[in-house]
């Protein structure tokens, strides 16, 4: 399936306008831009977590067998 065109971008820009109008348009960019913005803030804040945080594992998760839970019969 190939990419979206200038053809489709205008399409798409022109539904948006006659749908929102002109003076919330650039409302809901900042909107969306702001969104992204936490988006990617959180993602790089995961991703540069030490490793060593991600994967430890205290000496008492590992000695205790986890009891089994079952449903009411």
């Known amino acids: 399936m ?3 065109g200038a053809s489709g971008i205008i399409l798409l820009v022109l539904i948006a ?3 929102f109008g002109p003076n919330k348009l650039p409302e809901l960019g900042r ?6 913005r936490e988006f990617k803030k959180g993602a790089n ?3 540069d977590e030490p490793k060593e945080r ?3 594992v205290s ?4 000695q205790q067998p986890k ?4 449903l009411p019969e």
């Open 17 to 19: 306008l006659l749908l």
């Open 45 to 47: 804040e995961l991703m």
């Open 31 to 36: 909107a969306f831009g702001r969104t992204l």
């Open 2 to 4: 190939g990419g979206i």
């Open 67 to 70: 009891t089994e839970r079952r």
């Open 59 to 62: 000496s008492e998760e590992v």
């Open 54 to 56: 991600r994967t430890e």
